[in-house]
């Protein structure tokens, strides 16, 4: 028993991870209607941000941990602005495999870029934050997963009020529903779009942090699987509903913790991929996305 709560606590702090970055793709495809998979490279480059500032501050801290993960957000913002702006943009009136072909190869550039910039060796996380262990009938729990819990629920909280409870996120809401009826109404489209790339870059740059913070390693193809599954998960909730994709990212990052202890580990990323063929055939419209019907 002692270990199956282990195993989820564990599998909550995974989850939480994925649903950052799920989130970060559902934020764009809920503007654009289209899947931007440089996000998961953005995650690795939020991972190796954190990692440069993290050796400037010297040492765990909790001002210097929380210092490093914002100016990795920064950072990686204004990654995603400049990605959407210069691949993006000029492309937003052609056909969607003409982006998603784009998409791919923004991707393998960032991580042949990695490559090139920070090595193919992968490279130890330094410990930015404090970690300790503590226990309690049987269960040992380390801080780590308390820390990256806390931050999700802190940064999910901060992207709902802005979403919901200001102007930005009542345009952005506009633009989802409809850019064309937007624009006309004197929305600027176009700020509002690279702000959502900027904000769900920031999101994806505070899981890549967090990820190397919980497993301190990082090389350039560090967002490959992470990304793929969070995917998955923005697939699984409903792709372009937030909560939903929250809710995959952590449905998630359970199933595949209690696979990797189980005997079937081996079928771990297996069983990720087979969901996704699933929710495609059964319920195209994910968990808690709803179908609309399109005038052709």
């Not at 998979?37 to 909790?62: E, I, K, Q, Y």
């Not at 991580?111 to 193919?120: K, R």
């Not at 930005?168 to 506009?174: E, I, L, Q, S």
């Not at 176009?190 to 990820?211: D, E, V």
């Amino acid at each position: 028993m002692a270990e199956l709560v282990q195993q989820l606590i564990n599998g909550v702090s995974v989850g939480a991870m994925y649903a950052l970055i799920a989130i970060g793709y559902t934020l764009v495809y809920g503007v654009l209607r289209f899947i931007n998979f440089a996000h998961s490279d953005v995650f690795m480059a939020g991972a190796f941000a954190g990692l440069h500032v993290g050796r400037l501050m010297g040492g765990a801290s909790w001002a210097g941990g929380l210092a490093a993960m914002l100016a990795s957000m920064a950072l990686c913002a204004a990654l995603g602005v400049v990605i959407e702006r210069l691949a993006y943009k000029p492309l937003r009136e052609r056909s969607r495999l003409t982006v998603l072909i784009t998409a791919i190869g923004v991707s393998m550039l960032l991580q042949n870029l990695g490559q090139v910039i920070f090595g193919a060796t992968p490279v130890a996380f330094p410990e930015t934050l404090p970690a300790t262990t503590f226990g309690a009938g049987g269960v040992v729990v380390s801080s780590k997963d308390v820390v990256v819990v806390g931050f999700t629920a802190v940064l999910l909280g901060a992207l709902e009020w802005v979403v919901l409870r200001t102007k930005v996120g009542t345009a952005m809401r506009a633009v989802a529903h409809n850019h064309h009826a937007a624009a006309l109404m004197g929305i600027p489209t176009n700020r509002i779009i690279s702000f959502t790339f900027g904000l769900g870059s920031a999101l994806a740059a505070a899981a890549g942090f967090l990820w190397a913070y919980k497993f301190p390693r990082v090389d350039p193809y560090l967002g490959v699987m992470p990304g793929l599954t969070a995917f998955v998960a923005a697939v699984l909730g409903g792709i372009g509903n937030i909560t939903g994709a929250a809710m995959g990212g952590l449905l998630l990052g359970i199933i595949e913790t209690l696979m990797k202890g189980s005997r079937w580990s081996t079928w771990t990323e297996a069983v990720t991929f087979v969901l996704l063929i699933m929710v495609l055939m059964f319920r195209p419209a994910g968990l808690l996305g709803r179908v609309h019907a399109e005038k052709v």
